[in-house]
């Protein structure tokens, strides 16, 4: 165990020196990049909630691996919430860019390989950043993926399905309740709103699916359950890590995941 370092909040506490010593003899040094967002979560969770959920999983991550953690982008894609107040966006242009350069500037120092860990559903373009990347030869990964998603919803019990828990729902606020209790507000239960025929969302934004924001089931929602999400995201990164760590870097499908 690497152990999780010094944090303040949700940024790294390292020295240029632990960067250092924690890449000394490793295979590839790996840093990791929490994206967030800053959007409504409905009425009881904060606009970072998406940015407090990727720092929570890339804290996970960092206590078993030794892993360059990085500070997260804190803004991004979110503009199907434009309508309602606090929510701030950036272009998808831009954020391809800002993820490429820490990505160049990380090889530039030596640490040659980056995971993007996303917490917000609508940075589509992540996906795009990491292809292109890949195919310039380039050690690259989005976590996590829609399976460590559901694998994680299984082992902690949560009841909702991943296409109804899709917004201020179980799985978000058990994370807070779990890692950021002191930012819940009360209302989560009572707050339970389902939407799944969603297809015209990109199109019309949330606002024409709830009023409130929530789309899940927030009711359900528990510290325990939050616990185990995380647990459970850090070991299915546990592939990715040896995946990108390969000396020969070839990706092999069985040994991701074996």
Not at 13 to 32: E, L, N
Not at 186 to 192: C, F, K, L, V
Request: with cysteine; hydrophobic share 40%; aromatic share 4%.
């Amino acid at each position: 165990m690497s152990g999780t370092r010094g944090m303040y909040g949700v940024l790294p506490a390292d020295t240029t020196q632990d960067v250092r010593a924690r890449g000394a003899g490793v295979p590839a040094q790996v840093a990791v990049l929490p994206v967030g967002s800053f959007e409504q979560h409905g009425p009881f969770l904060p606009l970072a909630t998406d940015t407090l959920v990727a720092c929570a999983v890339a804290r996970e991550i960092a206590a078993v691996h030794p892993v360059h953690l990085l500070p997260p982008v804190t803004v991004s894609c979110s503009h199907e919430h434009a309508g309602w107040p606090g929510t701030v966006s950036i272009s998808s242009v831009t954020l391809h860019a800002v993820v490429r350069d820490i990505a160049e500037s990380l090889r530039r120092g030596g640490v040659d390989t980056l995971v993007v860990v996303n917490g917000h559903g609508g940075n589509y373009v992540l996906g795009n950043v990491v292809q292109e990347a890949s195919a310039r030869g380039e050690r690259m990964a989005l976590f996590p993926a829609a399976e460590d998603w559901e694998e994680a919803r299984e082992r902690a019990g949560v009841e909702t399905s991943l296409l109804s828990d899709m917004h201020a729902g179980e799985i978000e606020t058990s994370i807070l309740l779990h890692a950021h209790p002191e930012f819940v507000r009360p209302g989560h239960e009572s707050a339970d709103f389902i939407a799944d025929d969603r297809r015209h969302l990109l199109t019309v934004g949330m606002s024409a699916y709830t009023e409130s924001g929530v789309i899940g089931r927030p009711s359900l929602g528990s510290a325990e359950k939050g616990k185990e999400l995380l647990a459970s995201l850090a070991d299915s990164f546990s592939a990715v890590f040896t995946l990108l760590t390969a000396s020969d870097g070839a990706a092999d499908a069985g040994a991701v995941r074996g």
